[in-house]
């Protein structure tokens, strides 16, 4: 066992996986959520425990002013009056109720003070007080032992993170994330990529060596991590610098990007959050192909109004200007888990997950709808088609009814006298096996498609996508998963439906080059994954993937070298021919 504090230890070197790119420097801090299990405890049990965690934070932060352990003083002294405060006290307690665990009531209790003085720059600094206390009395509740200095760039470690946590973590003083899970699927990554931080994953135990405010140098490109490393080793990194876009190179056309055989292959972006958008901006990006319209609201404590939903809709067509925005229907569920619509139950991968679950309430899916609806009317591009994609559909009669839920809606905005969009297109995700031997029916009611491999992947492995063990055990570019996406695109071009796939796959070049091969010209894929994607289009000639995918999926097994090479290692062999950029 380690000893509490390690500063004089010597540097350690940590092999894990890169599950996110880039290189940052800061201290560990280590988040244990197992405390948030105490559903189960009483009101008066939790009231308890929160003011014992508030007399033991009082006790650290005394600690440190004698001990003059930190530069801080004054800002210890702060939190300490603030953690002594009764009305602060007061407020968590009144929000802490039978279902209402003791860490959402502190979180909730800063959410206020945002919402009540969110603009005010006086009132901005004592929310970031508050938000100091309410991480140390958090650290209190977890068992911590350490004071939790939040002024310093963080590395988060922890086993896994699920999206809402990641949410809920201070985007500036978070600067890397170390786990010990290592889902590359899981929504907690899919967050933490379009936050831009490095993220270095499947570091097993890692609380054997890594200790609370261990000093760290993370990097996600080579999944590496250097504990209280070496000034010569922090001097070899250059820690400021930030995936950048370079200047695309010419070869795209109309938008396009253009392989060096000739093919346009056309790129659009994934967004979760408004930075997202800042990719458009970029000439080779057409558009958004997924818009997760859950993700912003993750937070709130209750489900978003109409006004609220059509004023973030019209503020991202506007950022998107001509270019076009997929929006998705409502996807909860999985490790998806809102507060504000299912707070006693849990809703599992398998669950009332998405289209299912928003059709047992349409209306919410109804009130979506007429958002989306006056956004794309009263825009800046109003003549511009809407898009709308529904998550999870596992029958074509599931299409049916969302289908006459949107024609309800539009009738509703007809009859009111409002305007609405000129042209409707609406799509489907290719996310469950089912609709897959339905592909001919399916398709002849949606406009579009994008395929969602990140659950495509785990309904048809039967596999968790969120589950460590499993991530490694299937590999996407195996022969059965490759021949099952042929199949969707061939259907769809022959029936002329845009089929796109937008799961994270689409992100990375060596997949994507499979991807390519096996027929897909659209993919909808992270802002941080542009650059690497168009590089690798640019250097490829695609008929010669094509080829190899066309041996790989056959079943002459002369004709396959499969006898002793897998999908991914043909593909891997014909990347490094052709020089492809990989990562
Ligand atoms: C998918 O399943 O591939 C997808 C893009 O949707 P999400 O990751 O949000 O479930
Ligand atoms: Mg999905």
């Known amino acids: 066992m380690k000893s509490a504090t390690s500063f004089n230890q010597p540097q350690i070197t940590i092999e894990g996986m890169s599950l996110n790119l880039g290189i940052a420097h800061g201290h560990a801090y280590m988040y244990d959520p197992e405390y948030a299990e105490d559903f189960h405890l009483s009101v008066e049990q939790k009231v308890k425990i929160f003011l014992q965690a508030v007399h033991r934070a009082v006790e650290l932060c005394e600690n440190n002013i004698e001990n003059d352990r930190s530069k801080n003083k004054e800002l210890i002294f702060v939190q300490k009056a603030l953690l002594q405060d009764l009305s602060w006290q007061q407020r968590v307690i009144n929000k802490i109720d039978d279902k209402v665990i003791i860490t959402h009531a502190l979180d909730k209790v800063l959410e206020d003070i945002d919402i009540a003085f969110g603009g005010d720059s006086f009132w901005h600094a004592r929310f970031q007080e508050v938000r100091g206390i309410t991480q140390l009395v958090r650290q209190c509740l977890e068992g911590k032992d350490v004071y939790f200095d939040n002024t310093k760039p963080i590395v988060l470690c922890a086993k896994t993170i699920s999206p809402v946590e990641m949410m809920q973590f201070d985007h500036a003083n978070l600067v890397a994330m170390i786990v010990e899970d290592n889902s590359f699927l899981s929504h907690g990554m899919i967050i933490a990529r379009s936050k831009g931080i490095p993220v270095v994953g ?108 059509t004023r973030l809709y019209l503020q991202v067509m506007n950022k998107a200007k001509e270019k076009s925005v997929v929006f998705r229907a409502l996807d909860v569920g999985g490790d998806k888990t809102f507060q504000s619509l299912h707070k006693s139950f849990k809703n599992p991968q398998k669950g009332w997950r998405n289209s299912r679950f928003t059709m047992q309430r349409p209306s919410l899916i109804r009130l979506q709808l007429r958002a989306m609806i006056r956004a794309r009317a009263s825009c800046d591009y109003p003549d511009l088609p809407l898009h709308i994609m529904f998550p999870m559909i596992s029958e074509a009669q599931e299409m049916r009814f969302v289908r006459t839920l949107i024609q309800k809606e539009l009738d509703r905005e007809k009859n009111l006298g409002h305007k609405i969009p000129q042209t409707i297109r609406i799509g489907a995700m290719i996310e469950v096996p089912s609709v897959v031997f339905q592909l001919n029916q399916f398709l002849d009611l949606v406009d579009f498609i994008s395929i969602g491999s990140n659950d495509l992947f785990q309904f048809f492995f039967a596999i968790d996508r969120a589950d460590a063990v499993m991530s490694k055990r299937y590999d996407l570019l195996s022969k059965a998963f490759m021949q099952m996406l042929k199949t969707i695109i061939d259907s769809a071009k022959a029936k002329n439906v845009s089929v796109s796939l937008c799961g994270e796959m689409a992100s990375r070049p060596i997949e994507a080059m499979a991807l390519l091969g096996i027929g897909l010209r659209h993919f909808s894929i992270n ?18 993937v094509q080829d190899c995918m066309t041996d790989c999926l056959s079943d002459n097994p002369f004709a396959y070298k499969a006898a002793h090479l897998s999908i991914r290692e043909r593909v891997m062999e014909l990347a490094q021919i052709q020089q492809t950029q990989l990562s």
Not at 527 to 544: F, G, H, K, R
Request: glycine share 6%; hydrophobic share 35%.
């Open 527 to 544: 802002p941080n994954s542009v650059e690497a994607i168009e590089n690798m289009v640019q250097s490829l000639d695609i008929w010669s």
């Open 202 to 309: 499947g570091v097993i135990e890692l609380k054997k060596f890594i200790n609370n405010q261990d000093e760290l140098l993370v990097d996600g490109d080579l999944g590496r991590i250097y504990v209280r490393p070496l000034s010569t080793v922090i001097a070899n990194y250059d820690t400021s610098k930030k995936p950048q876009f370079s200047k695309p190179s010419d070869s795209t056309n109309n938008g396009a990007v253009i392989s060096r055989d000739g093919t346009p292959v056309h790129l659009f972006i994934n967004a979760n959050l408004s930075e997202d958008l800042e990719c458009l901006e970029r000439s080779t990006i057409k558009g958004v192909g997924l818009y997760r319209t859950e993700i912003p609201f993750m937070m709130s404590e209750r489900w978003p109004d109409v006004e609220t939903q």
